[in-house]
């Protein structure tokens, strides 16, 4: 199944929700940044949370940047998302690793104490930019929290990255489900039901839950529970040989005189997607 997510509302549009399944966007991340199991799902739920915040922008060249600093071992993470829901992200410390808390993967103890930094660039002379405090560092809190905190909306978010037993992404997804300013208390009340009864989102998933069957039943007991619309989200990197090349560019002239006097051709990674160029002597001469 490809990875995808919908859009839903309920209630009279009282209450929105996203729901994503993102396998193969979290496999694809763990393969090109060979990240330990605790860093394959702390940028697994940062990429999920990310892709369905993406399609929460209005416009198709809004850019959404999500990124945690933490004093842990596993330092942080960045992750951007267009528009589209299509992201890219890649961990500071790829191979973190930390002993099992309540058996289950530390991601919290990868980063806290840190931040949660969120800028939304929708092509205005300053991007929207707010930093908060990580409250758990497991990522599903602490953006819970900034929604509360920085965008006044109530919400509640659900992550989850489950491994197989060779650390490859079994099942992954989430959702974001929000509150309306004008929501009433009987739906509120529905709703927390709904949100304690339900299980882990992995759990879900696990049993061949879809993003439909995850909104159905968080949904559930609400009336005109619609979605509206489907859309394919995936891992997507920009990079290219010329962009990597007009960054080359940039460096101070005598820098590339000593890589091309070494003699040697030098190999840039892309920091997203470690995608791997070559330049030779010929080509950094070119550049000069
Ligand atoms: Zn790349």
Known sequence: MK????????????????????????????????????????LGRLMTAGSMMGLMMKNPTDLLTLEIMGAGPGQGLLVTAGANGFVKGFPRVADAMLPPKNGKLDVGGAFVPGLLRVIKDMGLKEPYNSTVALQTGEIAEDLTYYFATSEQVPTSVGLGVLMNKDNTVKVAG????????????????????????????????????TPEDMVNRLLEG???????????????????????????????KKDIKEMIDDGKPIEVRCQFCNSKYEFGTDDLKAML
């Open 174 to 209: 989430g959702f974001i489900l929000q509150l309306m300013p004008f929501a009433e208390d009987k739906i509120i009340e529905k709703l927390e039901e709904n949100i304690k009864s339900i299980p882990p989102v992995t759990t879900m998933l696990e049993e061949g839950a």
């Open 222 to 252: 609400l009336e005109d529970v619609t979605i509206h619309e489907t859309n394919e989200i995936g891992f997507a990197c920009d990079c290219s040989r010329e962009r990597i090349t007009k960054s080359l560019i940039t460096l101070p």
């Open 3 to 42: 990875d995808y997510a919908v859009r839903a509302s309920a209630a009279g549009e009282q209450v929105r929700i996203f729901a994503a399944t993102t396998k193969e966007m979290c496999e694809f991340a763990r393969k090109a940044h060979e990240t330990s199991p605790v860093m394959t799902a702390a």
